[in-house]
């Protein structure tokens, strides 16, 4: 079986795309002119306008040489990202300093660099730019010019600037923290997704070597049949005592095994295959045999009575999701791996157990999401060498294989005073005996397993 396995690393950042940010730093410039075309020449206000447009030329001119200087396709580096969206954030401070500090209303857009940052950005970038918020809204807060306004300007009392700036702050790190979570969350089931199609790729072109394999063995085996024939001919023709005999009956020896992988060869690919269809017992059997050179004892039980034992399609999405199962039972578990088999005319089951450490409770709900990463040793268990582990993008890859077949998965703690986790797998066995071997997916006319039957997997 191909060893398919991954690192477990997380979620990658990409940065952002150059000419997004330039994009919606021109939308921002022509907000901010128009903002203080209005103040200034429509409403009449006092304002000092020269300084504050001067502010937002120097925005055009940074824009201008980004776009000359970088291709349109450039995506910034973490740390570039960071410095354009500090920059951003020095600018509007800038202009709400000219503008009346933290009491004119537009100082909410400090939330968009942030916002930003928390979507595309490492976190520390973003809690550095949320401290740079918290530090120019403290300086706008103590001193700022006046409001513009028409005659006396406003002003207003001490304790409603603390409230705005003190909403500025919350909604800065609640609303960031909330961004960041849900990008991150689909960052992470974006790489898994990737990595689960990865290797059904992979399986699929397995099965398209099957199909050149057997069209070859189409193309050669009229000639085959040929060089047969005359080797053949040459050792009937060929005097008993020749040099050459030996040489002779060796090819014939040699042409007859090509012969014989090529017959192999057409009766996988019409179906005759001795081994395209197998019984569950061999299914496990082959599953468990490479695992028995480890220090683990394992332990199969099946069924006394086996005259209806399911037949089923030897397809690598079973084998692969069900290695995984095993082969995690095996690394944590201290000295026994237990495998029950079961079944009966309506269903399959095979349970997984080992006498490890077992789950800790706060991890069993969330077994199965991808990249699933624990913030403290509670998520976690030791392995036989002492070493911690998670359960993440391979059990994911796992469950999304088998459940792709029909089946479901459930996980659990053994009942005290015993140790270690139970993994129970559950088919239909009309389901699972219909699957196709090629693929492991199920036949034409076969429902998928329903939301409520999968809900309860976990």
């Known amino acids: 079986m191909t060893d398919l396995r991954y690192r477990e690393t997380g979620p990658h950042h990409f940065g952002i795309s150059l000419n997004a940010l330039i994009n919606l730093r021109w939308l921002a410039i022509a907000g901010q002119t128009l903002a203080l075309a209005i103040v200034e020449w429509g409403l009449d206000f006092s304002l000092p306008a020269v300084p504050a447009f001067a502010v937002v030329g120097i925005t055009v001119v940074v824009n201008v040489a980004l776009r000359l200087g970088y291709a349109s396709t450039y995506r910034l580096s973490d740390k570039e990202a960071g410095a354009l969206l500090a920059f951003d954030i020095v600018q509007l401070a800038m202009l709400l300093y000219l503008t009346g500090g933290l009491v004119n209303p537009f100082s909410i857009l400090f939330l968009a660099p942030v916002l930003i940052s928390a979507m595309a950005l490492k976190p520390r970038t973003t809690l550095l730019l949320g401290a740079l918020v918290v530090a120019v809204s403290t300086m706008l807060a103590v001193h700022s010019h006046p409001l513009p306004w028409r005659g006396e300007p406003i002003i207003l009392p001490p304790q409603y600037i603390v409230g705005i700036w003190a909403s500025i702050v919350v909604s800065v790190s609640f609303i960031g923290a909330y961004a960041w979570r849900v990008a991150e969350e689909t960052r992470k089931l974006s790489d898994a997704l990737a990595a689960t199609e990865l290797v059904l790729a992979r399986e699929q072109q397995i099965t398209a070597i099957d199909g050149l394999a057997a069209a070859a063995a189409h193309e050669l085996g009229t000639p085959l049949a040929t060089i047969a024939l005359v080797v053949r001919e040459l050792e009937r023709a060929m005097p008993e005592n020749s040099p050459h005999g030996a040489d002779i009956k060796l090819l014939r020896q040699q042409t007859e095994r090509c012969r014989t992988i090529l017959r192999t060869l057409t009766s996988l690919e019409s179906g005759l295959a001795p081994f395209d269809r197998i019984t569950l017992s061999h299914i496990v059997e082959e599953v468990v045999s490479p695992l028995r050179d480890l ?86 268990r030791k392995g036989k060498g002492g070493d911690e582990a998670g359960l993440g993008l391979g059990f994911f890859i796992a469950k999304t294989l088998l459940e792709r077949g029909g089946g479901t998965l459930r996980v659990e703690n053994r009942v005290a005073p015993a140790t270690g986790a139970v993994v129970r797998l559950h088919w239909r066995r009309d389901a699972l005996e219909r699957s196709d071997a090629a693929t492991g997916t199920r036949t034409k006319g076969e429902s998928a397993p329903s939301l409520a039957t999968e809900a309860g997997a976990h």
């Open 295 to 380: 220090d683990t004892d394992f332990e199969i039980r099946f069924p006394d009575d086996r005259s209806r034992e399911p037949v089923v399609a030897r397809n690598p999405a079973v084998l692969y999701g069900l290695e995984s199962i095993v082969e995690n039972a095996a690394d944590f578990a201290k000295e026994k791996v237990l495998i029950e088999a079961s079944w009966d005319e309506n269903e399959v089951n095979i349970a997984v157990s080992d006498d490890g450490p077992g789950f800790a409770p706060e991890v069993i709900g969330r077994i199965g999401e991808p990249y699933l990463r624990a913030r403290g040793q509670s998520l976690l």
